[in-house]
């Protein structure tokens, strides 16, 4: 198998497969209602939606970095306040979901040598790029799980 198919597994299952992590981001955040996702537990923190735009974000990112693309990261680091309705909530899934057609049709598409491509601003390869999006991807699904049990708690 190669390099890439494993990969576009990788994503498949973290976003709504059975990774071994045995949550996926699909299946937790379907079950977020607008208020809980809009929600902070404490003023500092970042609430479920924000960090949901913040992975989405990312993604595109990195994905634009593929691409060929030099891409600056905003001082605010793709974490910013959500200024819309609880009705946007799926539109904001809706993102995410598309943004993983995105990277699986980016991924079907490249070739096997691109892995090794250097990213001149950073001096980090393609691969480094993508093993970073998915754990960046886990790393916050873990938080918005975490809120969500703390929600519950609450």
Known sequence: MKETQRIIQ?????????????????????????????RKLYPDANSIWEITNHIISWRENVLERM????????GHNYFVPITKG???????????????????????????SALDTLYKPNKMNYYEH???????????LGQIVMLTKLMEMD
Request: proline share 5%; glycine share 6%; no cysteine.
């Open 10 to 38: 990788l994503f498949e299952k973290g976003y709504n497969g059975s990774p071994w992590i045995d949550v996926n981001l699909v299946d937790v955040l379907q079950e977020i209602t607008p208020s809980q996702a809009i």
């Open 67 to 74: 691409q060929g693309v030099e891409v600056d990261t905003p």
């Open 86 to 112: 609880a009705s946007d909530w799926p539109t904001t899934l809706k993102k995410l979901e598309a943004s993983q057609k995105e990277w699986i049709a980016f991924l079907k598409k490249m070739e096997e």
């Open 130 to 140: 993508i093993q970073g999006i998915l754990q960046h991807d886990v790393y916050h």
